[in-house]
């Protein structure tokens, strides 16, 4: 059991039945919480708050276990969960409860992330937590913006590069513009869109859309949420999987579509990006999903469909070229969060 976990499990365990906590506890927490203060600056937390949000965010981090732990995922009751549930969690729900307080209208969170780095978890327990603080959340992700069926059938017939759906070009960029200004906007009634992954056999097709009603936190995510293009010229001497002329093409196309995407990005308050410490993690992550999918009996990929499927992104959007260049401190992501190979944070800055 780590040193924050047995901090974390006596707090609890002094909070069963009252709602104070011994200050040495209290100071042994606030001392830990400095000892990463890139972490602490970067999720609103200062010294001179003193011990009272540490004893608030112990005592929510109680009314959480206790009225919503068995929805958490990663069932986060157990105490292996409370160390992220205190580091980060926690103190970003709180972060943007404040912002709330503080803007006129509803804000838009943006998460950037690929696969396996936890947007779907990080989304679903934020609304959870900022629920039970009295905010509703609503959550809509890139994919829910794919065009139809029916229009994505004829996009592949146009451009027949476009064999999945994900690259640029292949959501409706319209839509998910007129959603989020009506979110923004505090609207009463906004049908937010939903998409369908397992229609036409996976090929996915849109849902009934969900009627939401005065929304206060919009967690807009998505694998390239907040990506900007990049110069061409990234193009010409690019990494590979990008290696042919007819992958340079397909980069260059997929790169001029990302300028319909901006003004999406602009709705957007924050940005967020969760990050492997490697990109080329997210293969092995994914390679490691269809395995675990495949011993429990569940149709999976091949490993060399894998391969292809992480590679056909990295050709369309290689995050060496348009995610490295949102994790510098000076860049326009308002939060990083940079994941271990075996999907620990490993820096909050």
């Not at 996009?155 to 839509?175: C, N, W, Y």
């Not at 009603?213 to 907040?226: C, P, R, Y």
């Not at 990008?242 to 397909?250: G, L, T």
Request: proline share 7%.
């Amino acid at each position: 059991m780590s040193h924050l976990t047995h901090l974390l499990h006596n707090a609890l365990t002094q909070l069963q039945d009252r709602d104070s906590l011994n200050i040495d506890l209290c100071s042994s927490l606030r001392d830990w919480e400095w000892q990463d203060p890139e972490r602490a600056n970067a999720l609103g937390l200062t010294r001179e708050q003193g011990l009272e949000p540490i004893q608030q965010r112990l005592l929510l981090l109680r009314d959480v276990l206790d009225r919503l732990g068995s929805r958490l995922p990663l069932q986060a009751q157990n105490v292996s969960i409370l160390p992220i549930l205190w580091r980060f969690w926690l103190p970003l729900a709180l972060q943007l409860a404040s912002l709330r307080q503080q803007s006129p209208r509803p804000i838009v969170q943006g998460i950037l992330g690929g696969q396996g780095t936890g947007k779907t978890t990080l989304a679903t327990t934020l609304t959870l937590i900022l629920e039970h603080l009295g905010y509703r959340t609503v959550g809509l992700s890139l994919d829910d913006l794919y065009k139809s069926h029916t229009e994505r059938q004829r996009l592949k017939a146009e451009d027949p590069r476009l064999i999945r759906r994900g690259p640029p070009g292949t959501h409706d960029v319209d839509l998910g513009l007129e959603v989020l200004q009506q979110l923004r906007q505090g609207a009463a009634r906004v049908s937010v869109p939903r998409f369908d992954k397992s229609a036409f056999a996976g090929d996915g097709d849109r849902t009934d859309p969900e009627l939401v009603q005065g929304a206060d936190i919009i967690l807009f995510e998505g694998w390239f949420v907040g990506v900007d293009p990049v110069d061409p010229s990234c193009f010409d001497n690019p990494p590979p999987p990008i290696i042919s002329e007819a992958d340079k093409a397909f980069a260059r196309d997929c790169n001029r579509r990302l300028e319909a995407y901006l003004p999406l990005w602009d709705c957007c308050d924050r940005l967020m990006v969760l990050s492997p410490v490697d990109y080329r993690l997210s293969q092995r992550w994914r390679l490691q999903a269809e395995h675990e999918a495949i011993a429990k009996g569940k149709a999976g990929l091949s490993d060399e469909e894998v391969r292809e499927f992480v590679e056909y992104f990295w050709k369309a959007l290689h995050p060496d070229l348009f995610i490295t260049p949102l994790l510098a401190p000076t860049a326009k992501s308002a939060l990083v969060v940079t994941l271990d190979a075996d999907h620990r944070i490993h820096r909050i800055y």
